[in-house]
């Protein structure tokens, strides 16, 4: 791996799992910071037929880090992923929602603030098409901006060619990057999208245990008329854990990294809190969030595809 990497800054051993919202699991072998797209192209051409695989990080807010760690992780760290244009609501894919947030306050524009609070990047945001108090980003985004990786162009897609679903996005099923995004923003008055962004902040500290590490919600809702939370809760769930990893009794739907949790007890209170669902209520829950690495094959087909 090293030779192909030798052109590029790259930094062996990293503590992927600390530098995740959950705080837990192992090492990149190898993390490389793209400073724009033309070091991009070049990393591509130089790995692409190889079987190298890759993962991505953004701001790590949905995947859990296997223990044993991963080979290669790309991180994306200026150029045009980190492009802000407020003339034209465009926005790199490493730009995280927290600071476009404040920015759109000070400039009156909204369309983010049902966002507030949580720490994701534009990429990772629409990849997951992450939602949040009735909003989600499929309601604001107009266009994308993709590298693709087998042809080896930048295409266009427009959002209604983007097929959104909850948490979810064609992004998930195709080998593209997802360089910037343009998206439809209102002027608003900058002193009531402050009062708004405020009131939700303070929602999200009166219902959420966001003084430990999470992943957020842990679960999709199974409707709209059932919350993944309500039922983990019915089941008498809330506190359940495994070693320092525990269903929170502030939010059931939110598993927490108490302090120093392995990668592999939170995907195993995830895994016990399904099981325990489904026997009690019939019900299959579907994680949110994404596996990065080596996990036990016949827990992760339960939890993805049961």
Not at 43 to 54: D, W
Request: aromatic content about 12%; overall charge positive.
């Amino acid at each position: 791996m090293e030779r192909f990497l030798k052109s590029f800054q790259y930094i062996k051993n990293y503590p992927l799992g600390l530098n995740t919202q959950v705080k837990a699991g192992g090492l990149a072998k190898f993390f490389v910071k793209l400073k724009n797209t033309r070091e991009m192209e070049k990393l591509f051409r130089v790995i692409t037929g190889k079987n190298i695989p890759f993962y991505i990080l953004g701001a790590g807010s949905k995947i859990i880090v296997s223990d044993e760690g991963v080979d290669f992780v790309i991180k994306f760290d200026g150029g045009d992923f980190k492009i802000v244009d407020f003339n034209t609501n465009t926005f790199g894919s490493a730009i995280g929602l927290p600071f476009i947030i404040n920015q759109c306050i000070k400039i009156g524009k909204s369309g983010f603030e049902s966002f507030a609070g949580i720490p994701a990047s534009i990429g990772g945001a629409l990849y997951m098409n992450l939602g949040a108090f009735g909003k989600s980003m499929s309601d604001i985004v107009d266009k994308v901006i993709v590298w693709d990786i087998r042809e080896k162009k930048y295409i266009e897609i427009k959002a209604s060619n983007i097929e959104f679903g909850y948490r979810y996005s064609v992004f998930q099923n195709k080998p593209w990057i997802i360089i910037k995004a343009k998206f439809n923003l209102k002027s608003a008055d900058p002193l009531v999208l402050r009062q708004k962004v405020k009131e939700i902040i303070e929602k999200r500290k009166r219902k959420q245990p966001l003084d430990y590490p999470s992943f957020g919600s842990a679960f999709k809702n199974p409707s709209r008329d059932i919350s993944a939370g309500s039922l983990i809760e019915k089941c008498g769930l809330k506190g359940f854990r495994i070693g320092n990893a525990c269903v929170s009794q502030k939010h059931a739907n939110f598993i927490i990294n108490l302090g120093g949790a392995k990668a592999s007890d939170i995907l195993e209170v995830t895994y016990q809190v399904k099981k325990k669902v489904y026997e009690m209520e019939g019900i299959s829950l579907k994680p949110e969030f994404i596996l990065w690495g080596n996990w036990d094959k016949n827990k992760e087909e339960f939890l993805w595809k049961r």
